[in-house]
């Protein structure tokens, strides 16, 4: 790294007000973010994914990889033994960005999906030290163009200020098709993506987030949104995914609850409490795969199928945008 470094962070902490005027200064100077002798030159952000039988459950995962490539200075991504092409598959993104490490997945930790974790964590063992983020993405993860400079200003802004450990994403959790987003309280609106290069740092549970041993990270919002795929597919693809997820949640696959939901060949995507239309743009990364889908499922998002006290609850969320009794696996300061 050059010994070049930016103070304006090393001392003291700034208020929102002063972060503000510090982001809309950057967004007035792009000379700023563009010269590779400035300021941003000697920051760096690694990307991280891990990703195991991509092709065989048709994973989003090279739209994900790509989406971030124009934010990372370079991309960490960790092959799980897999039944498929999935190493083809990667090798066929054309970046010299991109760094392909192999992994065999532990086959006795599955409950909680704990073996997530554990490859996410060796993933971001493989980042280079010279990185100051380290920007994760899941295989069905993707993130909008949109959001480039955004997320790239966040970092540098944040870059020296040491009490921030990562950057808190909104989401948006796509559902059976890519016309439909999933509004209720069931999923999770925010979640760490972005965390400084800290080993100390690591996956938490499923690798949904993270945290320092058992203590909540202190994160700063971006304003940037994490569009989820997961859950769009076509529902005979859909089932055979939820087949395989459910081996790495359950101890055994004798359990009664496992085979109850393994039963089946078609996935029902009718079994929602509340779904709304999305009227915005996907990802460019997105387009092919969006033109080339194979299925139809017509939903009636009408009716709202919940509780009294989920009723309440999501009225008030809407009304005021803030969620009540939400499970926050992060600190924001």
Not at 4 to 17: E, G, K
Not at 53 to 61: H, M, Q, S, T
Not at 115 to 131: G, H
Not at 221 to 233: E, L, N, Q, S, T
């Amino acid at each position: 790294m050059s010994g070049l470094q930016p103070t304006i962070f090393n001392q003291y902490p700034f208020s929102l007000l002063m972060e503000s005027y510090y982001l809309s200064f950057l967004c007035e100077k792009p000379s700023i973010i563009q010269g590779r002798n400035t300021i941003l030159s000697i920051m760096k952000i690694s990307g991280f994914t891990i990703v195991r039988n991509a092709v065989l459950y048709d994973y989003p995962v090279v739209e994900a990889i790509k989406s971030i490539l124009p934010v990372v200075d370079e991309m960490i991504v960790l092959v799980g033994n897999s039944e498929d092409n999935t190493d083809e598959l990667i090798r066929s993104i054309h970046s010299d960005k991109i760094k392909i490490h192999h992994s065999v997945w532990d086959e006795n930790l599955k409950k909680g999906g704990v073996v997530l974790a554990i490859e996410t964590d060796k993933a971001f063992q493989l980042i280079s030290p010279e990185s100051d983020w380290a920007f994760y993405i899941q295989a069905d993860e993707v993130i909008h163009e949109k959001y480039h400079d955004t997320i790239r200003r966040t970092c540098l802004l944040y870059k020296d200020d040491k009490r921030v450990e990562g950057l808190l994403f909104n989401y948006l959790h796509f559902y059976g098709t890519y016309d439909y987003v999933a509004d209720s309280r069931k999923w999770y609106h925010k979640e760490v993506r972005i965390i400084r290069n800290d080993k100390g740092i690591h996956a938490y549970r499923d690798a949904q987030g993270f945290r320092r041993g058992v203590k909540k990270i202190n994160v700063k919002p971006v304003d940037a949104m994490v569009y989820h795929y997961g859950w769009v597919k076509n529902p005979r693809k859909m089932k055979e995914k939820l087949k395989k997820i459910q081996e790495l949640w359950i101890d055994t696959i004798d359990d009664p609850t496992n085979i109850e939901r393994r039963a089946g060949e078609i996935f029902d995507f009718n079994a929602f409490d509340s779904l709304k239309h999305f009227d915005g743009e996907h990802p460019s990364v997105m387009e092919k795969r969006i033109e080339d889908k194979n299925w139809d499922i017509d939903l009636d998002i009408s009716k709202k199928k919940f509780s009294i006290k989920e009723k309440l609850l999501y009225w008030y969320e809407k009304k005021t945008g803030k969620r009540l009794f939400d499970f926050r696996n992060y600190k924001i300061i």
